[in-house]
């Protein structure tokens, strides 16, 4: 019999969360620092050593020793530094504390991490700052208990160098103009508006001692090399299927080290391809959302490896094989509960919604590139477009509902009703009938109403979810802006809104596909109505310095343009590192493992057939000769690709860094790597399976 777990004494015990707050600090300082966290009211400094000394003494009882900044730079990954809470000794002793100053203020060196220019290797100084609407939580790993403090990280000159920072930005943006819309309408009770985000996170696990016999996977996190098994994923069994025992147990530890932190697991199965998975949580708010999807990830690793796994979040980590994505639930919800997403029974008569939704429309209509650049890494080049995940083309899907609504609109001036769902009738007398929702879901869209929140399918599964929310949050930011600075100067409001959302609908349904976007003729469709399709991250990032874009970003604050040409340069150096260590990867397991196993296994061949000619020079020796020709022509092959790759690799990794760099890596080093890859993976279906140098894709997948 398993352990009974009580989820409701379990969830948030180690967060410095609002009932600990709110049992810890004097009333008066708790009342502030709420409405710092509630209202977007500033920090109030006189409090922070009260805070300080309750969240070191709540930390310390907990077993804590240590405490840290914890902080998401421009790597994608989490940063700390660790600091006792023990002070000078005194008489031997020591006295464990920790200041306001120390709670609010770090300082990393900045010009460790990536900057774009923004910091050199002299100016050194950087600063983390406390972000209290994101909860401290205790952090138990072989290092002990440790008092993580969720911060911003900038440089000296106040420029952001990580990706709270600019989402923080953006969420001020959209509730001061949400709030503008929300009072057109009559709503005088909201204070606040605050995007909210479900982010579902996709992973593969393998065995680990398998894991470790791939250098591939250690280096780049994905199979350089690796045939097709005879099975994939060809019988969707795998889809919801039983969970395995293994991988049963390390889910439910998961569970449990994120429910402790807070985080609001609740949805766990198996995905399409074989061992793949899911885990989603509770929508929370776009903030904390983020910051708990980085925890999902570090979690999701750590855990991995007490059960003799490793968990690969890379977006494909295996060719011809789904990969990995997270799809990014996002919407916006007022403090006294309006959802501006909610079309209600009636989405016609719901002018509201109707406004709000024209102006998302022709948000994402003007920013498609933007959108497209917020999901681009590495990894989701090879997953983007590959009929597994959505296509390169920025569309939304609104369902036969509202395209209905919106065809009326557009064709007539106005939208007299809306269809309705009707009855799910099973045709077996027990099952009992079911109200149908009035439109289907479109799995092929990258951009999917989904009831009352949009479905923004793009991002990568290792890529941080901040980025796409900060450019969510903006261009949403910018088409209200617009719109109540029209509106709110209007004579006649109720003429004025009608003619806007319907100008605003037909001058952006070109953006608006319901159909089937892995299909070829959508491609051709797409290029007719003027949409971008930008499909690699070498093609995606100049959308980040246009003239449009920087226009955008500091007209709301969100970046500068110095920040938005450091983010470039960082994502160029990032794209031609990474495919530098994955070209260096193949060479180094292309000439240290696989030609020589090659070799070891014609030479086999070819003793094989003096042996037997040897032996009886009438026997057929015909297979053994076609194998050692195939084998031979196919070494040679391989040791052509090799040079050839190393030669073009040298030559790019000696380029200076930035776009013309990162532009030769993905047109002449990729197709490198491909070109050394397909003889390698036909040399691994004849070679002899004991002599092949690493797990084959059948032993990573189906042996967890």
Same mark, same amino acid.
């Given at each position: 019999m398993s352990e009974v777990i009580s989820v409701s004494e379990m969830f948030g015990k180690d967060v410095f969360n609002d009932a600990v707050m709110r049992d810890r600090l004097p009333k008066s300082v708790y009342k502030k620092l709420k409405k710092t966290i509630e209202d977007g009211a500033e920090l109030d400094p006189s409090i922070a050593d009260v805070v300080a000394h309750a969240m070191k003494d709540w930390a310390i009882e907990h077993g804590a020793t240590h405490f840290t900044h914890w902080f998401q730079p421009l790597t994608g990954v989490t940063a700390e530094k660790h600091d006792s809470f023990i002070s000078a000794p005194v008489d031997g002793k020591v006295i464990m504390e920790f200041s306001g100053k120390e709670l609010i203020k770090g300082? #990393?060196?900045?010009?460790? =991490? #990536? &900057?774009?220019?923004? %910091?050199?290797? =002299?100016?050194? %100084?950087?600063?983390?700052?406390?972000?209290?609407?994101?909860?401290? =939580?205790?952090?138990?790993?072989?290092?002990?208990?440790?008092?993580? /403090?969720?911060? &911003?990280?900038? &440089?000296?000159?106040?420029?952001?160098?990580?990706?709270?920072?600019?989402?923080?930005?953006?969420?001020?943006?959209?509730?001061?103009?949400?709030?503008?819309?929300?009072?057109?309408? !009559?709503? *005088?009770?909201?204070?606040?508006?605050?995007?909210?985000?479900?982010?579902?996170?996709?992973? =593969?696990?393998?065995?680990?001692?398998?894991?470790?016999?791939?250098?591939?996977?250690?280096?780049? !996190?994905?199979?350089?090399?690796?045939?097709?098994?005879?099975?994939?994923?060809?019988?969707?069994?795998?889809?919801?299927?039983? /969970?395995?025992?293994?991988?049963?147990?390390?889910?439910?530890?998961?569970?449990?080290?994120?429910?402790?932190?807070?985080? #609001?697991?609740?949805?766990?199965?198996?995905?399409?391809?074989?061992?793949?998975?899911?885990?989603? #949580?509770?929508?929370?708010?776009?903030?904390?959302?983020?910051?708990?999807?980085?925890?999902?990830?570090?979690?999701?690793?750590?855990?991995?490896? %007490?059960? !003799?796994?490793?968990?690969?979040?890379?977006?494909?980590?295996?060719?011809?094989?789904?990969?990995?994505?997270?799809?990014?639930?996002?919407?916006?919800?007022?403090?006294?509960g309006t959802n501006l997403m909610n079309p209600g029974d009636t989405p016609h008569e719901n002018i509201q919604f109707l406004l709000v939704l024209a102006c998302i429309i022709k948000a994402v209509d003007r920013h498609a590139d933007l959108l497209r650049e917020s999901a681009s890494d590495v990894g989701n080049d090879r997953r983007l477009g590959a009929n597994e995940a959505p296509p390169a083309i920025i569309s939304i899907f609104l369902g036969e509902q509202l395209e209905d609504v919106i065809d009326q609109l557009c064709d007539t001036g106005e939208a007299t009703h809306s269809k309705k769902g009707g009855t799910l009738r099973t045709g077996v007398n027990i099952l009992p009938d079911l109200d149908k929702d009035a439109t289907d879901r479109n799995r092929t869209s990258p951009f999917a109403f989904t009831g009352n929140k949009f479905e923004f399918r793009m991002v990568g599964s290792s890529d941080s979810v901040a980025s796409a929310n900060t450019v969510l949050n903006t261009i949403v930011a910018e088409a209200f802006k617009e719109a109540a600075d029209i509106l709110e100067k209007a004579d006649d409001f109720d003429l004025a809104v009608h003619d806007m959302i319907k100008e605003l609908l037909a001058a952006h349904r070109r953006v608006i596909f319901n159909g089937n976007g892995y299909s070829d003729e959508w491609v051709q469709e797409a290029e007719k109505r003027g949409l971008p399709n930008i499909r690699s991250m070498v093609d995606a990032i100049p959308a980040l310095v246009t003239d449009k874009a920087v226009k955008l970003f500091e007209e709301f604050g969100v970046f500068t343009r110095a920040e938005l040409e450091s983010r470039a340069e960082v994502e160029?150096?990032?794209?031609?590192?990474?495919?530098? $260590?994955?070209?260096?990867?193949?060479?180094?397991?292309?000439?240290?493992? $696989?030609?020589?196993?090659? $070799? %070891?296994? *014609?030479?086999?061949?070819?003793?094989?057939?003096?042996?037997?000619?040897?032996?009886c020079p009438e026997a057929d020796v015909s297979t053994q000769t076609e194998l050692l020709l195939e084998s031979s022509d196919l070494l040679t092959e391989t040791k052509t690709a090799l040079a050839a790759l190393e030669d073009v690799n040298n030559r790019c990794a000696a380029m200076e860094s930035g776009r013309d760099q990162a532009v030769a890596c993905h047109s002449e080093v990729v197709p490198a790597m491909e070109a050394l890859r397909a003889p390698v993976d036909r040399l691994e279906m004849l070679v002899d399976k004991e002599l092949w140098p690493m797990p084959s894709y059948g032993d990573l997948i189906f042996e967890v």
């Open positions: 300082e #990393p060196d900045a010009s460790s =991490f #990536p &900057s774009g220019g923004l %910091r050199a290797t =002299f100016e050194a %100084r950087g600063y983390t700052v406390w972000d209290c609407t994101s909860p401290a =939580f205790l952090k138990e790993d072989a290092i002990g208990v440790t008092l993580c /403090i969720p911060t &911003s990280f900038c &440089s000296y000159k106040g420029e952001a160098l990580d990706k709270k920072t600019p989402l923080l930005r953006s969420m001020q943006a959209v509730n001061e103009q949400a709030l503008r819309i929300l009072r057109l309408f !009559g709503n *005088t009770t909201a204070k606040r508006v605050n995007p909210s985000v479900g982010p579902e996170q996709e992973y =593969f696990l393998v065995d680990r001692q398998k894991y470790l016999q791939r250098k591939d996977l250690i280096y780049t !996190g994905r199979t350089l090399f690796g045939a097709m098994p005879p099975k994939g994923q060809e019988m969707d069994d795998h889809y919801f299927g039983i /969970i395995r025992e293994r991988v049963g147990a390390y889910m439910n530890d998961v569970n449990k080290e994120l429910w402790k932190l807070g985080v #609001p697991a609740k949805t766990q199965h198996n995905e399409v391809a074989p061992a793949q998975h899911e885990l989603a #949580p509770i929508y929370e708010g776009v903030n904390q959302a983020v910051d708990h999807n980085q925890i999902i990830m570090e979690t999701l690793k750590k855990v991995a490896g %007490r059960h !003799g796994m490793a968990c690969l979040l890379h977006e494909k980590p295996f060719a011809g094989v789904n990969g990995s994505g997270k799809h990014n639930n996002w919407s916006l919800t007022a403090d006294d160029y150096e990032s794209y031609a590192k990474s495919i530098n $260590i994955e070209a260096k990867t193949m060479v180094d397991m292309a000439g240290k493992q $696989i030609i020589p196993a090659v $070799i %070891r296994y *014609t030479a086999q061949l070819a003793g094989s057939i003096s042996a037997v000619r040897n032996a």
